[in-house]
């Protein structure tokens, strides 16, 4: 799916999907998430990756 498909299924505008795709959103409401998961049929787990501060700072 590409992410024009995507962004107007989700209701973002791309903008928003890139700064989530990208990793550089700071938060996600659950209702985007919740909207997310059902257009891709998915679980938040298979889109979600927690990375600590600790590992945020040796790793950039």
Same mark, same amino acid.
């Given at each position: 799916?590409?992410?024009?498909?995507?962004?107007?299924?989700? @209701?973002?505008?791309?903008?928003?999907?890139?700064?989530?795709?990208? @990793?550089?959103?700071?938060?996600?409401?659950?209702?985007?998430?919740?909207?997310?998961c059902?257009?891709?049929?998915?679980?938040? @787990?298979d889109?979600?990756?927690?990375?600590?501060?600790?590992?945020?700072?040796?790793?950039?």
């Amino acid at each position: 799916m590409s992410l024009n498909e995507l962004s107007d299924k989700v @209701g973002l505008t791309l903008s928003n999907l890139s700064i989530l795709k990208t @990793g550089k959103a700071k938060a996600i409401r659950f209702s985007t998430l919740e909207t997310i998961c059902n257009v891709l049929e998915c679980q938040p @787990g298979d889109i979600l990756e927690y990375v600590n501060d600790e590992q945020k700072t040796t790793t950039r």
